[in-house]
């Protein structure tokens, strides 16, 4: 039976079975998930994700970073003289070359209280993929990999597992994690990693044939302009700091105004005028003050200190560093402003990256056959691809967001555009390893 590879669709009430048993795992009960970076309810998806690998009768695979992977290998092609690894003689089966990989992937966990979609969707979309690729016999020169990468969401330290099978994860980035030590100390612990293997995870440079990753917009565009694709030109640089704005604690009655070094007066100047600086200077940047944490913390306490968690991002490499030098000073500023002692702690940078145009155009070819409408724009969220800069082409594409929400219980995105996505995904999957 010869198919007509151009009209290959993936399974949508299979791919939607898969997508609803996973959203029930680590679910809040308000359409959302929390599956935080190697928590109970991440591991639990993890299991899941192994379960419908080995049920649709494809190789699992975890590495040492504990990124869970379903593979296709690639078969020889007819006539070709293939190096057989390790089988004894010309067997009838098809020979697992020593070929290169097609990474499909995203990631299962999900922020704290987070959307069901977010990663989950590019997940069971890639497994999808292999499916469908398989059951319909089909030979490619390269093996596919649906992969879902560690800590893509950075509860403890950020693209973590992407980075470690780049071998791009730095030393530093797990000893002072973002998260916090104890916590990846614990997660690995719970997930059976330790760091020594976590860096053995590296593949080799030459055994990746490219990175591919279906993902949900999260922001308005695509729902704004009513187009079906997003293909993401770039994505953003980010970078986060946790600040520490250190006063003294006082008595919150006695202490005359003017007598304080109210902590929590500095920390509070410097998230106004962060968004002052941002929207004023760097109009295509953002930076968010996410969480503060007043010490000791109690009504009738001047705030000793504020531990403030900083993140900024940028689409371009040099914008970046001046930004960085602008909202550094204002600190320096607020602190001095209030008398407080300024500390700062730089976790992970990650530069700006662009995604491969020849990747960008087999997405708007898929998309065009599909006839399906698409526009191309950075990416605001950062994701695992760009681990593999520079090591491999890399290609995103976005389906929209109902409003634009994501990192919360609301996001959604309508099951026909996840359709779309994943048939985008699988049409330009068999193109690029055909
Ligand atoms: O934060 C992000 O940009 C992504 O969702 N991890
Ligand atoms: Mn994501
Ligand atoms: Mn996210």
């Known amino acids: 039976m010869t198919v007509l590879i151009s009209s290959l669709r993936i399974n949508s009430a299979r791919m939607l079975e898969s997508f609803s ?61 293939a190096q057989p690894t390790g089988e004894i003689g010309l067997s009838q089966k098809p020979l697992l ?27 069971v979309a890639a497994l999808e993929v292999l499916r469908i690729v398989k059951e319909n016999g089909i030979r490619l020169r390269v093996n596919l990999e649906a992969i ?65 990753e279906l993902h949900i917009e999260q922001g308005k565009r695509l729902e704004r302009m009513g187009i079906n694709i997003g293909i993401v030109s770039a994505i953003v640089g980010i970078r986060s700091y946790r600040l520490s704005f250190i006063g003294r604690a006082d008595h919150a009655g006695s ?27 760097f109009p295509n940047c953002v930076a968010n003050v996410g969480k503060m944490d007043f010490i ?53 940078k990650h530069v700006p990256n662009l995604m491969s145009s020849g990747i960008q155009k ?23 691809g760009q681990s593999f800069d520079g090591i491999c082409p890399i290609g995103m594409i976005f389906v929209p967001s109902v409003d634009g929400a994501s990192h919360a219980p609301r996001e959604l995105t309508k099951w026909d555009d996840c359709v779309n996505g994943a048939n985008v995904l699988l049409q330009t999957a068999l193109k690029l390893a055909g």
């Open 21 to 81: 048993t996973l959203s029930l795992i680590g679910s809040t009960g308000d359409g959302g998930v929390s599956r935080v970076s190697l928590s109970e309810s991440h591991l639990a998806a993890r299991t899941w994700f192994r379960s419908e690998v080995e049920n649709a009768g494809l190789e699992f695979h975890v590495d040492s970073a504990g990124n869970h992977s379903a593979i296709l290998p690639a078969f020889a092609l007819a006539g070709e003289v």
């Open 148 to 212: 879902d990468f560690t800590d893509e969401e950075g509860t403890l330290v950020g693209l973590l597992g992407s980075a470690a099978l780049a071998g791009r994860l730095n030393p530093e980035s797990l000893k002072k994690p973002r998260g916090g030590r104890q916590n990846l100390v614990e997660g690995m612990k719970r997930a059976g990693l330790d760091e020594e293997g976590i860096f053995k995870a590296t593949r080799p440079k030459d055994s990746l044939a490219g990175y591919l």
């Open 296 to 348: 000791p913390g109690a009504f009738n306490i001047v705030p000793a200190r504020v531990d403030l968690c900083l993140e900024f991002r940028s689409p371009d490499a040099e914008q970046f560093e001046n930004l960085d030098a602008a909202l550094m000073a204002s600190a320096k500023e607020q602190a001095g402003r209030f008398g407080l002692e300024l500390r700062s702690e730089c976790f992970e």
């Open 97 to 123: 070359l020593r070929a290169s990989t097609l990474l499909i992937g995203s990631h299962l966990d999900s922020v704290l209280n987070g959307g069901r979609f977010d990663g989950a969707l590019g997940v």
């Open 255 to 281: 202490t005359l105004m003017t007598d304080r070094a109210d902590a929590s007066l500095g920390a509070s100047a410097f998230a106004l005028a962060a968004r002052e600086i941002v929207m004023g200077s």
């Open 362 to 384: 087999t997405f708007a070819d898929s998309c065009n056959d599909l006839g399906l409408t698409h526009t191309s724009f950075a990416s605001g969220a950062i994701h695992d």
